[in-house]
């Protein structure tokens, strides 16, 4: 599976959008690009994936660039709840891959 | 609540001893993975069951050990603990094989003194 590039940590101001990039430069054509999040100690929880088209739910937006050598996690209006570890992973969807987590960036929203 | 239940929460025991975590997958998902989060390791995947056979493997350690039973809950077995081997230990589960979105328990914290 392709590797990812996060930025360690960020901040961001309760009730503004955090926007948080990723990049994959190396990413196949058959690699999905999922988010999950962790938020202190408790088991990751899923947000969103996405192959190429933007993706949205009830919880982020994700937006892939064209080349899909990039993509950024948009969450509209950040939280004190939405603090936590962003992991941005990129796999192929098929029998025998795994999640594999790097070290995610770290998103602060400050009141 | 992801529908995943992982027991015990929290267990300290002593090095060289064995421990057993265990896990309950959400209603009808086939699938459970297991993950150690360590401070200095991040969170690293062990082991897949699926339907009660082993599918995938991880950097798990000789020492340990997992299985799934009929009733599809898994258990985790590590042994001859070291001081090291002290994290928190994930289970997760998912309806199918892939697993295109996994969902994750609460965790057990082990503390090996």
């Known amino acids: 599976d392709a590797k990812t590039t996060q930025p360690t940590s960020m901040d961001c101001a309760e009730g503004r959008a955090a926007n948080l990039p990723c990049n994959h430069s190396t990413i196949s054509g058959n690699e999905y690009v999922y988010w999950y999040r962790q938020i202190h100690s408790q088991g990751p929880q899923y947000i969103i994936h996405?192959?190429?088209n933007n993706e949205t739910n009830e919880m982020a937006s994700l937006i892939i660039t064209e080349d899909r050598k990039s993509s950024t996690l948009i969450l509209p209006h950040a939280t004190l709840r939405d603090t936590a570890v962003y992991y941005c992973i990129v796999r192929v969807y098929s029998t025998g891959n795994q999640f594999y987590f790097g070290t995610g960036t770290s998103l602060t929203v400050i009141p | 609540d992801s529908g995943v239940t992982q027991t015990p929460k929290h267990l300290i025991t002593a090095t060289g001893q064995r421990v057993t975590l265990r896990c309950s997958p959400r209603s009808g998902d086939l699938s459970v993975y297991w993950y150690q989060q360590s401070l200095d390791q991040g969170l690293q995947f062990l082991i897949q069951y699926y339907n009660g056979e082993e599918r995938a493997k991880g950097n798990i350690l000789e020492r340990f050990s997992a299985q799934q039973f009929p009733d599809l809950h898994s258990e985790l077995n590590l042994s001859s603990l070291e001081l090291g081997d002290s994290a928190l230990y994930f289970c997760a589960s998912s309806p199918s094989l892939s697993g295109n979105t996994i969902y994750f328990g609460e965790g057990s914290w082990l503390t090996v003194v």
């Open positions: 996405g192959l190429k």
